[in-house]
């Protein structure tokens, strides 16, 4: 391998198949860094045709020669975890490959109570929320009132959990007007799936500075997409941490300088889920058709996505605040059949042209695109095993997205299966 440590991100506004290309690059690694997120960012990976859908383990679980870890700054829900392991050891996957950060903070039925009351609370102005409680968590985490992994090994964590749970009813109750937790429930719950994993947490930061530092391949992967970054996504609807590139040190407690290339995951055209401005938005029969053969449904929620034309100002915004190398292009093949192909190279706003996302939400929604057309191509094109064996539309358009965000693509998919993942270069 030319790089020693790679970093795949989204680099949309999440679901961009980033599963699929962690499982693809985590052949040759030593070790797959889960560094962001909870158990929201739902990933499917196909191979040898079965699907295998992790929501918090690291996409490099199926290889059992790599070394899987959650690392410090992803959020943990435990009966979550357990569940997902137990379903992959069913299918014949090897999870003791698997590490837990012991400074990782633990998902728990309070957070997830109160993720529901506040979204319900919004109203009208519901952020979209999974309800999955990693909001709440990672508020918990700055308010020094979390719970880490390591905690779990404390003799006197019991007194001091009772007293958060105690904290937690009464804004339950007196704020949102929900219903008390029961302690003791909640408490033998917690205990008894760490007893289950207790044995695979570990200092991960010491270990992944160890690996890069020993000249081992790491490959650190990231959950949802840049533009739903705490600081610099399409705020108020974006997630709960940061998503970009640049937190792969820090959720993962390492130097930055030991990260060397940070490839960023792209569809072929874009998609949402929630709410939030989405300039290239096609709520039409183009966007249904391309939904269908998509088969764009939340993996965590069945929810239908929302579906738009491939916009390379949110891209460019992407490149620039998250510091990416490369591109890799996934879906190619659901835009196979359409006529015409768009890219949305700037936005009108109040009259003037710009080529960036404003930062008010109300600024963004007021958007609208300004395309380039280029003719499609209607040839099957999930077969393909190079770049040249695409129709000329197809590479055309590839090298439209090239030019127009000024960064060289690593590969392309044309299908959900390892097999289908063309490669540019020789070798990453």
């Not at 958060?164 to 929900?178: C, D, P, Q, S």
């Not at 939030?276 to 709520?283: D, M, R, S, V």
């Not at 992407?318 to 292009?329: E, P, V």
């Amino acid at each position: 391998m030319k790089n020693k440590s790679l970093v795949i991100v989204g680099a949309q506004w999440g679901d961009e198949g980033k599963g699929k290309i962690t499982d693809y690059f985590a052949q040759k690694a030593k070790m797959v860094v889960r560094f962001s997120g909870g158990d929201n960012a739902g990933h499917i990976i196909v191979s040898e045709g079965v699907r295998h859908k992790v929501t918090i383990v690291p996409s490099g679980i199926l290889n059992p020669k790599v070394t899987n870890v959650i690392a410090n700054g992803a959020v943990i829900n435990l009966p979550r975890l357990v569940s997902e392991l137990e379903i992959l050891k069913k299918t014949g996957v090897e999870t003791k490959n698997l590490l837990i950060s012991n400074r990782a903070h633990v998902v728990l039925p309070y957070h997830i109570a109160i993720d529901e009351l506040q979204e319900n609370a919004r109203g009208k102005n519901k952020i979209g929320t999974t309800k999955r409680g990693i909001g709440p968590t990672y508020q918990d985490k700055v308010d020094r009132l979390g719970v880490r992994i390591c905690d779990l090994f404390d003799p006197n964590f019991k007194a001091r959990f009772a007293e958060i749970i105690e904290f937690k009813n009464r804004l339950i109750t007196k704020v949102y007007e929900g219903q008390a937790l029961d302690f003791e429930t909640i408490y033998q719950e917690l205990m008894s799936n760490f007893e289950k994993i207790k044995n695979q947490i570990v200092d991960t930061s010491l270990l992944i500075d160890t690996a890069i530092k020993s000249g081992e391949y790491v490959l650190f992967e990231g959950a949802q997409g840049a533009l739903l970054d705490i600081d610099h996504g399409t705020y108020p609807f974006v997630t709960s941490s940061n998503t970009s590139a640049n937190n792969a040190s820090l959720g993962s407690g390492i130097n930055h300088n030991l990260i060397t290339t940070a490839l960023g995951v792209v569809k072929a055209y874009c998609t949402r889920v929630g709410t939030g401005g989405f300039p290239t938005e096609q709520a039409n029969s183009i966007g249904e058709g391309i939904r269908k053969r998509g088969n764009e449904y939340g993996s965590n929620t069945g929810r239908p996505r929302r579906v738009g034309w491939f916009d390379a100002v949110a891209l460019n915004y992407a490149i620039r605040t998250t510091g990416l190398d490369k591109i890799f292009i996934t879906l190619l093949d659901v835009l196979s059949g359409e006529p015409v192909v768009k890219i949305c190279t700037s936005y009108s706003l109040d009259g003037k042209e710009i080529t960036t996302i404003p930062p008010l939400n109300a600024d963004y929604q007021n958007c609208q695109a300004n395309y380039i057309e280029m003719p499609g191509w209607n040839e099957d094109i999930t077969k393909v095993h190079s770049f040249k064996d695409l129709p000329i539309n197809a590479q055309n358009y590839l090298n439209k997205i090239k030019e127009l965000c000024n960064i060289d693509i690593l590969g392309f998919s044309v299908g959900p299966d390892r097999q289908q993942t063309i490669l540019l270069e020789p070798e990453f």
